[in-house]
């Protein structure tokens, strides 16, 4: 069965490149402007264009049709649609992919139920989640189950419809065996009833796992979640392996023996995919030098099939000795313009508007306090969890309260305090005196703690005798 889906596997893959390679090949051809590989369904489109292979039956062991249809998820992600049906036996099977980019880090959540209400928070699960429930010592492996949106509810009634399907049988043959299940379902039944707070804990080497925030914007005070570093055996369970030495893009680097200064005046192209719509185009990338911090690499991606403009910010050295943590006070338009660098694993918090925001959620960026508050401003106004039709009214309702308290910010009437909390020690707020720190301006370094140290990967990171 694992070859069968394993098979199944490698021809959607061989079929992904070989579709970009034509793709490529009539652009060059024709001159005609490069389409997306994965379109979004319309109803004046025309017919969506869909692939047939032949492929094995897993119930009968002859051959079937599969067909294939690559389209977006709006504000979500790329998807392929797999529809198998076989004219011998009649079995019949649809399944779902994840065509987009697999995330930078894994993620964990841990998520403390008090409450009935907590029951109904909805969870995103890949087919790379483990599930834990420590207080009755309960484990759901990863890729154990597929991927599915559900509840927390969802997912324990999962568990006990599954251990009470076979209990009748089980009863006559095993007894024993069966009264132990009968003690398990019942502590499940429980959890359910939440009469004792319980924590359950996800864990996805992917990242694509989520749990819902039922006090969005603000903090879930019942929700921790924290991203790691893959190891090598995740990296390749997940098909990620590095890259040939031979074919990285040190190469023309290494034959051309370009010097530091002339990389850092020269901007590199290289070729990459939309995050949009997956279409090929390039990536600008330059070094330049923060006065007083530190070299910094600039990447802007422009699309021109879809017209989508990224740029994100990386740093140029390496993860500082100490962690920092840099509070600056908001009161006017001198503080607005203030220069800003986010690195992509710094931390942002604004105490008087009750906000967090983790490191993933706006990556790295270089830009102003007044440009870092309009972007915060911008992704809550585009994100369909807010604003979808499916947006609870209540989270709607505080979205506007928050969204209005943000605006009275960014006009001048409140004053706000700015917290960026950088673990690597890689972000920046401008001074504005010349000599020092200026009055509204506060940096501390501290030392990292274990979990912070873990994140980051220099926990299992070895530099002597290597």
Request: charged fraction near 30%; proline fraction near 4%; include cysteine.
């Amino acid at each position: 069965m694992k070859s069968k889906i394993l098979l199944a596997c490698i021809s959607c893959a061989i079929y992904l490149c070989n579709l970009k390679k034509m793709a490529e090949c009539r652009r060059e051809i024709t001159d005609e402007k490069p389409k997306p590989i994965f379109r979004n369904l319309a109803a004046d489109d025309p017919e969506p264009e869909t692939t047939e292979i032949e492929s094995l039956c897993v119930n009968c062991g002859k051959n079937g049709t599969t067909r294939l249809l690559l389209t977006k998820i709006p504000y979500y992600k790329d998807i392929v649609l797999m529809s198998f049906d076989c004219g011998h036996c009649g079995y019949q099977n649809n399944e779902i992919q994840n065509s987009g980019k697999i995330a930078d880090k894994g993620i964990r959540i841990m998520l403390q139920v008090t409450s009935l209400k907590d029951l109904n928070r909805q969870v995103i699960k890949s087919d790379y989640t483990s599930i834990k429930i420590p207080c009755v010592d309960f484990e759901i492996p990863s890729r154990s189950q597929k991927g599915e949106v559900t509840t927390v509810e969802g997912i324990i009634e999962r568990v006990i419809t599954g251990l009470e399907q076979d209990q009748p049988e089980r009863r006559k043959q095993h007894p024993d065996a069966a009264a132990q299940i009968d003690q398990f379902i019942e502590k499940l039944k429980k959890l359910k009833s939440v009469d004792e707070p319980f924590v359950m804990i996800f864990e996805d080497i992917s990242g694509e796992s989520h749990v819902q925030n039922l006090n969005a914007p603000l903090k879930d005070e019942n929700c921790v979640v924290t991203h790691f570093k893959r190891t090598i055996e995740q990296d390749h369970i997940l098909g990620i392996y590095s890259e040939n030495s031979e074919d990285t893009l040190l190469k023309p680097i290494k034959e051309g023996e370009y010097t530091l200064e002339q990389i850092e005046g020269e901007v590199l192209s290289f070729r990459t995919n939309c995050p949009e719509c997956n279409c090929p185009c390039e990536t600008n990338m330059k070094m330049t030098n923060i006065p007083h911090f530190k070299e910094v690499v600039i990447m802007a991606t422009v699309c021109e099939s879809c017209g989508h403009r990224t740029n994100e910010v990386k740093s140029g050295g390496g993860i500082e000795p100490t962690a920092v943590k840099i509070e600056v006070t908001v009161a006017g338009k001198d503080d607005f313009s203030r220069d800003l660098l986010k690195s992509e694993t710094c931390y942002l918090e604004i105490p008087e508007l009750e906000l967090e925001i983790g490191p993933a959620a706006l990556g790295g960026r270089f830009t102003t306090v007044e440009g870092i508050l309009v972007a915060i401003k911008e992704q809550l106004l585009t994100s369909t969890a807010f604003t979808g039709d499916s947006s609870d009214p209540e989270t709607v309702k505080r979205m506007e309260t928050f969204i209005n308290q943000l605006n009275e910010v960014l006009e001048g009437k409140r004053k706000i305090t700015l917290i960026l909390d950088d673990p690597a020690g890689n972000s920046y707020i401008q001074s504005l005196s010349d000599e020092g720190l200026d009055d509204g301006l506060k940096i501390t370094k501290y030392e990292r703690s274990f979990e912070q140290n873990e994140e980051l990967g220099l926990n299992d990171m070895k530099v002597e005798n290597y």
